[in-house]
């Protein structure tokens, strides 16, 4: 049986579950980065969410390591050719949190559409600016979603039933699969010119941000972006001078370069919502990757 050292908070059903399968658990999550690199001594995997970076370095701390459980989607946080090297296998949950990072897509966007936060603060405050706070609707908008995967595709379901109108891009996708969801597929620059709002459901790859200085140009003035999916996708310095220049007309934002993002240029760019990476945080999809996560590590140390 395995010793599983968890380092980020999954739900109790996951952890029930590796341990009705006879495995030990040891539930580092929350503690410092020290106490997790004990702990991989004698672990056989290690499981994380999005926030600990799984280095080379954290990868040699656990020299019987043979398997590293994603509590979520993007394993951008895992050196996987490090694991590689090491012979560690990398195993995700694609599914669990579909659902919740397509509806936070449009609390954020709502909320800026509607102007939420500042109304909240204007309320508590004693104000009362209606006038200042006019907001647009979804209806007859154009909705670009880079990125037709799972989250990509739920998004545009949701949106249809918003009255949006569906353009997409997306390098794997045939434009006969996108039209099947209501998605005209384009390209990346006629997506960016064409949209009243951009948003991004692509992994992140490459070392470039796929939106920077050049694809903030390409937006017309009156576009909105929107990302909840990975930090590294956007400039954020590009992405502030646009919302300060006008260039765009506002942005909505779950994740970051750094997160948290201290210092980050997105925290006084004008126009904008922020969130602290809430994509994936509803207790469904928390107990679905948990349940997830748990069903590939059972299943990898019963066959192995
Ligand atoms: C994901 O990639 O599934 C999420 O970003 C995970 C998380 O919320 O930590």
Known sequence: ??????????????????????????????????????????????IVRSQVQV????MAAGPKLRLIGRAGV????????????????VVNAPDGNTIAAAEHTFALLLALARHIPAGDRSVREGTWPRATLKGFELRGRRLGIVGLGRIGRAVAVRAAAFGMQLLGSDPLVSPQDAARIGVRLVSL????????VVTLHAPAVGAQPLIGAAELAKMQSSAVLINVARGSLVDEAALAAALASGGIAGAAVDVYATEPPVGSPLLTAPRTVLSPHLGA????????????????????FRTA
Request: charged share 25%; aromatic share 2%.
């Open 74 to 89: 993007g394993i951008d946080n895992i050196d996987a050719p490090a694991a590689a090297r090491a012979g560690i296998l």
């Open 189 to 196: 620059d006629e997506l960016l010119g064409a949209s009243d």
């Open 55 to 58: 280095d080379a370095a954290l």
């Open 1 to 46: 049986m395995a010793s599983i050292v968890i380092a980020e908070t999954i739900a109790a059903v996951g952890i029930n579950a590796l341990e009705s399968a006879g495995h030990t658990v040891h539930d580092l999550s929350g503690e410092p980065r020290d106490a997790l690199v004990a702990a991989l001594k004698e672990a056989d995997a290690l």
């Open 281 to 300: 945080q509803t207790s469904d999809a928390q107990v679905a990757v948990a349940r997830e996560v748990a069903e590939r590590i059972c299943e990898f």
